[in-house]
């Protein structure tokens, strides 16, 4: 079974960076797309960033050229560099994991999740 382990989260300021990174574990971790979302108080969960399996990445608008995303196959994880931070970044973050094929934006897609990690971004 895949586990997923989120670290990183924390309260910054605006305009700061922060990297965000996910542990994987329970299976072949470079045969997986992997995903971030987040998740902020009375929203529904959205699209942040993805990772195909053969490293081709997506972009929510919202995030486009602020954050990027990566994966290390040697070490099973995943990372989101989040920089120039605005408040309305404020959320839970959550990684996520795939073995089948869809829609990279489809949070239904993805059977499996961690915990989450709260970033908040103070003004």
């Known amino acids: 079974q895949v586990q997923l382990v989120e670290s990183g989260g924390r309260l910054v300021q605006v305009g700061d960076s922060l990297r965000l990174s996910c542990a994987f574990s329970?299976?072949?971790?470079?045969?997986?797309?992997m995903g971030w979302f987040r998740q902020a108080p009375g929203k529904e969960r959205e699209f942040v960033a993805a990772?195909?399996?053969?490293?081709?990445?997506f972009y929510a608008d919202s995030v486009k050229g602020r954050f990027t995303i990566s994966r290390d196959n040697a070490k099973n994880t995943v990372a989101l560099q989040m920089n120039s931070l605005k408040p309305e970044d404020t959320a839970v973050y959550y990684c996520?994991?795939?073995?089948?094929?869809?829609?990279?934006?489809?949070?239904?897609?993805?059977?499996?999740w961690g915990q989450g990690t709260q970033v908040t971004v103070s003004s």
């Open positions: 996520a994991a795939r073995a089948r094929r869809g829609r990279y934006d489809d949070s239904g897609s993805y059977p499996y």
């Open positions: 329970g299976r072949t971790f470079s045969t997986y797309d």
């Open positions: 990772v195909g399996w053969a490293g081709t990445t």
